[in-house]
C-alpha cells in the first residue's frame, strides 16, 4: 500500500476529452482520467432507515425495486446512462446537448412514477398500511473529471466534479412534498417545456444555506413522454 500510494501521488495524469459517458474498461487504473461536461442526477428515497426498521424485508425489498425500476428505466428513457447504485438510490451522468432538460424531464417523470404508479401500488395492494414513498431528485451541471479506482478485478469509476457533489447532497432535501431539487446553472439553461407548465413556472427559487447559493425546487410530476 505505501508503494502504490506513492506511485499515485507521484506519477502524471493522463487525461482526454470525452464525448460518452466511459465504462471502466475504458480507463487505466494508473492515473488515466476522461474529462467530461455533464449533468449528474442523483435520486433517493426517504427515510429508508426507518422503513427497514418498521416493515418486513419483503416490503423494503419490494420498495427499493419498485422505486430503482421505475428510476432507471426513465433515466434511461431520457438519454441518461446509470453509473452506480447505492443501497436505495441511483446516480445516471447525462451528455450531449440538450443534457440538462433530459435530466429535468427525469427527475419530474421520477416524481410521477412515485405519486401516480408505485403509491396507488401499494395502496391497492397493501390496503391497510400507510406508508408511501417519499424522495427526492438532485440534479446539477459541471465539468467531471473521471478516473478509474480500486484494485483488480475490484474497481469501479470515481467522479469528480461539483455536480457529483452537490446532486448527492441534493437529493437528500425532505422539505415539504418538494421531490425535484436543481441548481441555477441547470435551471438557466433547460428548455421551457421543463420550466414551464401551462404558463406557470413549475420552479421556487431558494437559497440553500448550506453551499450558501440559490437552488430551485418543484413538486410538479410529469409522465413519460
Known sequence: MKAEVAKIFGDRWTS????????????KLSNDAVKLDGVVLYADL?????????????????????YLHCATKIISRYEGEITSFDGDRVMAVFIGGSKNTNAVRSALAINHAVTQI????????????SYRVKHAVGIDSSPLFVARTGIRNNNDLVWVGRSANIAAKLCSQREGSYASWIT?????????????HDQTDMWEQVWWS????????????????
Open 118 to 129: 408505485i403509491n396507488p401500488a401499494i395502496g391497492k395492494q397493501y390496503p391497510s398500511k
Open 184 to 196: 441555477k446553472s441547470v435551471y438557466d439553461v433547460m428548455g421551457k417545456n421543463v420550466k414551464f
Open 16 to 27: 482526454r476529452d470525452g464525448t460518452t459517458v466511459p465504462d471502466p474498461e475504458d480507463l
Open 46 to 66: 426517504a427515510e429508508s432507515t426507518s422503513l427497514v426498521e418498521t416493515e418486513t424485508d419483503e416490503f423494503a425489498a419490494e420498495i427499493y425495486k419498485t
Open 210 to 225: 448550506e453551499k450558501s447559493m440559490y437552488v430551485y425546487r418543484s413538486s410538479y410530476y410529469w409522465s413519460v413522454d
